[in-house]
C-alpha cells in the first residue's frame, strides 16, 4: 500500500541534531498513520514516536519526549523525525512504518509498511 524510504542518518556528536525524513510513494499517505521506530543492536526494535494521519496527535517514548518531535507534510508525502540532544544511547538502525486508515500505534506488530531503515550513530 505505502512504500517508504529513509534518510538522513548520519554519524554524529553527542548533543547534535539529526533530521531524519521518510518519503512515501502512494496514494494513501494522507490517510497513513506513521510511527518512527529504532533498533540498536542486539536489542529488540523500540516505539520512538507515532502521529496520526492529519498531524494533530503524536505521542512518544519517555526516552526521547522533549527531544525528537515528530511530524508530517501530507502534500510532500513525507514524515519526518527532528532529533535534538542526541545521546550515545540513541544510536541504532531507525525504521519509519505506516499504517493506513487507521489511529497512530506504539507496537511495531499493528504497522503492514516499512522502510530500510537509517542508520544513526552518536558518538561520546
Known amino acids: 500500500q505505502v512504500q517508504l524510504v529513509e534518510s538522513g542518518g548520519g554519524l554524529v556528536q553527542a548533543g547534535d541534531s539529526l533530521r531524519l525524513s521518510c518519503a512515501a510513494s502512494?496514494?494513501?499517505?494522507?490517510?497513513?498513520?506513521m510511527g518512527w521506530f529504532r533498533q540498536a543492536p542486539g536489542k529488540e526494535r523500540e516505539f520512538v514516536a507515532a502521529?496520526?494521519?492529519?498531524?494533530?496527535?503524536?505521542t512518544y517514548a519517555d526516552s526521547v519526549k522533549g527531544r525528537f518531535t515528530i511530524s508530517r507534510d501530507n502534500a510532500k508525502n513525507t514524515a519526518y523525525l527532528q532529533m535534538n540532544s542526541l545521546k550515545p544511547e540513541d544510536t541504532a538502525v531507525y525504521y519509519c512504518?505506516?499504517?493506513?486508515?487507521?489511529?497512530?500505534?506504539?507496537?511495531?506488530?499493528?504497522?503492514?509498511?516499512w522502510g530500510q531503515g537509517t542508520q544513526v550513530t552518536v558518538s561520546s
Open positions: 502512494g496514494r494513501s499517505f494522507s490517510s497513513a498513520a
Open positions: 502521529i496520526n494521519w492529519s498531524g494533530s496527535s503524536t
Open positions: 512504518a505506516a499504517s493506513v486508515g487507521t489511529p497512530s500505534y506504539t507496537s511495531p506488530l499493528l504497522y503492514p509498511n
